[in-house]
């Protein structure tokens, strides 16, 4: 089993910044590939940002390219989202989650992913 908890969230303008953190416990973390995905009010959750278990690789929704950041800390156990410029759209609850696929095949999609955190609030004002 791996635990995930996201922590970061709040309440920012729109140009704003937040940097959201995923700690994880439990097994290895440097065995998962780490992705975040985002959740809207009457919307499905969309994939948003991907890295794979090195850190080499990074992968992002087109909604948010030159934006927002993913990185990770293995020795620290712990997965990052950067995000710049926010935008009101970018008003959700952001979850991190991580697979087993460590080289993540399909970032995109949620069935990649083994484990979910709880979730934390981002709301960009206007």
């Known amino acids: 089993q791996v635990q995930l908890a996201e922590s970061g969230g709040g309440l920012v303008q729109a140009g704003g910044s937040l940097r959201l953190s995923c700690a994880a416990s439990?097994?290895?973390?440097?065995?998962?590939?780490m992705g975040w995905f985002r959740q809207a009010p009457g919307k499905e959750r969309e994939s948003v940002a991907a890295i794979s278990w090195s850190g080499g690789r990074a992968y992002y929704a087109d909604s948010v390219k030159g934006r927002f950041t993913i990185s990770r800390d293995n020795p620290k156990n712990t997965a990052y989202l950067q995000m710049n410029s926010l935008k009101p759209e970018d008003t959700a609850v952001y979850y991190c989650?991580?697979?087993?696929?460590?080289?993540?095949?399909?970032?995109?999609?949620?069935?990649?992913?083994?484990?979910w955190g709880q979730g934390t609030q981002v709301t960009v004002s206007s």
């Open positions: 439990g097994r290895t973390f440097s065995n998962y590939a």
């Open positions: 989650a991580a697979s087993a696929d460590r080289l993540l095949t399909r970032w995109e999609r949620q069935y990649q992913y083994d484990y």
